[in-house]
Every structure is written in C-alpha cells, then in structure tokens.
C-alpha cells in the first residue's frame, strides 16, 4: 500500500475543551504521523469556499458559523493508506453512529459538532492539503 498524506481538522468544538493533544494522540496511536500542523481562525470566505460542496445543504450556513466561531487546528497525516485510515480513527460523522474507540464517538458534541474534519479521498485530500499548506510547509 502506498503512503499517502491527507488534511485533518480539529474544529471549534475541541480546541475549545483543550482536546488537541488527545486528539493528536489517537491519530499517532493509529499510526498516522502529523507532517504539518497550524492553529488558525477561519475567516467567513474560507469557511465557505472550503465546505462548498455542501452549499445546497441545509446545514451549509450553520457549520460555516460552527467553523469560524472559534480557532481549528489544521494539520496533515502522512502514512499508509491515510485517507481511509483517518476516516476510521474519526468515526462516523453523526457521533451516535462512531464505533468505540473513535475520536467522534469519544470527543463529538453533536452531528455538526464532531471534532474533526478529514479529506473522504486521495484526490479531495490533494486539494485540501494546498488550500491550508504550501509544500514548504510539509515537511
Ligand atoms: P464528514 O465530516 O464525516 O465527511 P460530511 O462531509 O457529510 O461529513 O459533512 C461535513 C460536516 O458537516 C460534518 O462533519 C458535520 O460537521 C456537518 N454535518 C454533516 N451532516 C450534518 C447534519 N445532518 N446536520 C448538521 N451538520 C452536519
Ligand atoms: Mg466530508
């Protein structure tokens, strides 16, 4: 299996309870390593640029609030088969679905506050990775 790299998120609701270690540290325990990582405030603009393909959603205008309402950390894993292996370590995106040992089945507040964000696939990975880093910074 190849190594791949793939964009990871810990949103509003985690950096808000502290939760950036712990969650750093089930990502590392699963074998994912963080190549690149920055603390950030996301303005409107990017919010919506970055979830755009959720625009025509019903919950588009409240999780562009959910993600500018407080600093995300953003970061980039880097190991074998990492885009489908960070979907597993996050969990389902509705918390009451996340099998046990999951960062949203432990962290997650809610459907739209689960803790996380990571790329679904190697190509959306690709584009996320350079909406945040420029390859100077992955390292
Ligand atoms: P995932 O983050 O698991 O890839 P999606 O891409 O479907 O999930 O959705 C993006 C984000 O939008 C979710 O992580 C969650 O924060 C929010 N979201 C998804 N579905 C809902 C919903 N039904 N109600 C409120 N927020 C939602
Ligand atoms: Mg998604």
Redesign the pocket.
């Known amino acids: 299996m190849a190594i791949e790299n793939t964009l990871s998120i810990i949103?509003p609701d985690a950096t808000d309870r502290n939760l950036t270690g712990a969650i750093n540290s089930k990502l590392e325990k699963a074998g994912l390593k963080i190549i690149a990582q920055k603390r950030l405030k996301l303005s409107r603009e990017m919010a919506q640029k970055f979830?755009e393909?959720?625009k025509d959603?019903?919950?588009y205008n409240?999780?562009v609030d959910?993600m500018i309402s407080g600093p995300v950390v953003v970061q980039v894993l880097s190991g074998e088969n990492a885009v489908m292996l960070n979907?597993e370590v996050?969990g389902?995106?509705?918390p009451s679905e996340a099998k046990d040992g999951t960062i949203r089945k432990e962290f997650a507040l809610?459907?739209?506050?689960?803790s996380?964000?990571?790329s679904?696939s190697l190509e959306n990975a690709k584009n996320e990775i350079s909406f945040f880093f420029s390859s100077i910074e992955i390292v």
Not at 110 to 114: F, M, P
């Open positions: 949103k979830y393909v959720h959603r019903p919950f409240d999780l959910f979907r996050m389902a995106t509705n809610s459907i739209e506050a689960n996380v964000h990571g679904d």
